[in-house]
C-alpha cells in the first residue's frame, strides 16, 4: 500500500479516480491548482485505489497524502 502525496501546496481543484479505480503508474489522480496553474499528481505505481484522502476545493500543503492505492 501506498499514499500519493501533494508535490506542492495548493487548492485540489479535481480528483480524477474513485475509490476501486485500477491506475497505472503515471496516470493523474488529483490536479492541484496553485498559483492559477493546474498541477497533475501522478500515479508513482500500478494499483488499485483504496481510498481518497482528500476534497475537492481543499487546500493542502506540500506532502499531504492525497490517495491510497494498493
Known sequence: ????????TGTVWKIEVNPGDAVEEGDTVVIIESMKMEMPVEAEDDGVV????CTEGQAVDEGDALVVVE
Open 1 to 8: 500500500m501506498s499514499e500519493i502525496q501533494a508535490h506542492i
Open 50 to 53: 483504496k481510498q481518497i484522502l
